[in-house]
């Protein structure tokens, strides 16, 4: 994970000298950390199958719950005509349909929330001439990430709204989950580039190629479990480190072409993010043991401290989420484990960027 075509702010005007970057910063880890609940909240709604609760997509009225009992009635009625409630939830009552509602409906007024805590904080900076002026185009595109990100989410959703399908397509949930960490990660950046000065030493230059080898395999390994996600493959096979008694599961290549099945096949999809989660693991400690034998600045060495260590943990965390067949709550923090990984990561890979690009 990388932001090579990013500019230098190496020149700033002198208009730029009211510039707060501390305050900027700050701004931008609280809306990092906005993104970091809502993703979390994103796993709750998928393991409680809440997402096609709501099949109105209402961006600005949707705000508001329902506030009479016909309403309440007349969106169960729209429900009542997915497959999902016709192969899984027929005869659900209102009461059950209502738990599954609020899930849905507190993870759009997130992303609402999201989206005003982005937008305002950013018009007051711009107006009140407090944005350095090379940090103006990165905002810019968050914003337009951020949008998009909006129209993906009701893009995912939709997908299970019509055929025979019971669930969101896990392609377009990939793709949702997908974009919403790189606008995570993109935010971390640019908060730290903030903060933080140009520290990178001549030794750490192998140490940086590792890094973004690392990065590389943790994104590979996120898109996997998103698939997890998406085909409820974690719900079986929940034995570890054997899959039904095998090493390689007899289903892996049930279908054709063979690539095929690490997108549709649950024993490839659960395999893979196995293999994947525990050669990232190797990898962090590979890392870390590697840092050791250089001459490093405080930062970097703490950055491949931070990496091993959650690294550590998220594969512990994946493996008892495993074996007791995903959890709501246990899923949610294993979500929130990848977050963290994700993010010490990011720190890492500022830690370790040129001297000569502050960003």
């Keep these: 994970m990388t932001f090579s075509l990013l500019s230098s702010p190496r020149s700033a005007a002198p208009s ?15 809306v ?3 993104i970091f609940a809502m993703a979390v909240i994103g796993a709750i709604t998928r393991l409680t199958e809440s997402g096609l609760s709501i099949m109105e997509w209402a961006p600005v009225s949707g705000f508001l719950p329902p506030l009479s009992a016909a309403e309440w009635e007349r969106l169960l009625e729209l429900y009542r005509r997915t497959a999902e409630y016709q192969q899984i939830n027929r005869g659900m009552t209102l009461s059950e349909f209502q738990e599954i509602f609020w899930w849905e409906w507190i993870h759009r007024q997130w992303g609402r929330l999201i989206g005003l805590a982005y937008a305002l904080p950013l018009a007051w900076f711009w107006l009140r001439g407090r944005l350095p002026g090379w940090i103006k185009p990165h905002l810019l595109f968050a914003l337009g990430l951020g949008a998009l990100q909006g129209f993906m989410g009701w893009f995912m959703v939709a997908s299970g709204f019509f055929g025979e399908r019971t669930d969101v397509s896990q392609y377009r ?13 993109y935010l971390l950046w640019l ?4 903060l933080r000065g140009s520290a ?17 395999l943790l994104a590979v390994t996120v898109v996997s479990g998103g698939f997890v996600a998406g085909t409820n493959a974690g719900m079986t096979y929940n034995t570890f480190p054997l899959m039904d008694g095998q090493l390689i599961p007899a289903g892996y290549a049930a279908l054709q072409p063979w690539w095929m099945n690490w997108f549709e096949t649950i024993a490839a999809i659960q395999f893979n993010h196995r293999l994947l989660a525990v050669t990232t693991a190797g990898a962090a400690l590979l890392l870390w043991l590697g840092s050791r034998r250089r001459d490093l600045a405080p930062a970097m060495r703490q950055g491949f401290v931070a990496v091993a260590g959650v690294a550590l943990v998220q594969t512990g965390l994946g493996i008892v989420t495993l074996l007791l067949a995903v959890p709501v709550w246990l899923g949610a923090l294993h979500q929130a484990g990848a977050l963290c990984l994700i993010a010490a990561t990011v720190f890492l890979l500022h830690s370790l960027r040129r001297a000569s690009t502050a960003l």
Excluded: D, M, N, Q
Excluded at 173 to 185: E, K, N, Q
Excluded at 191 to 194: E, K, R, W, Y
């Design 173 to 185: 949930l990939v793709l949702h989950l997908s974009l919403a960490l790189i606008i995570y990660a």
């Design 200 to 216: 990178t030493a001549p030794e750490a230059v192998p140490l940086r190629l590792a890094a973004k080898a690392f990065a590389g």
């Design 16 to 30: 730029e000298a009211l510039a707060t970057p501390r305050a900027v910063a700050l701004w931008l880890l609280g």
């Design 191 to 194: 908060a730290l580039s903030l």
């Design 32 to 34: 990092a950390a906005l």
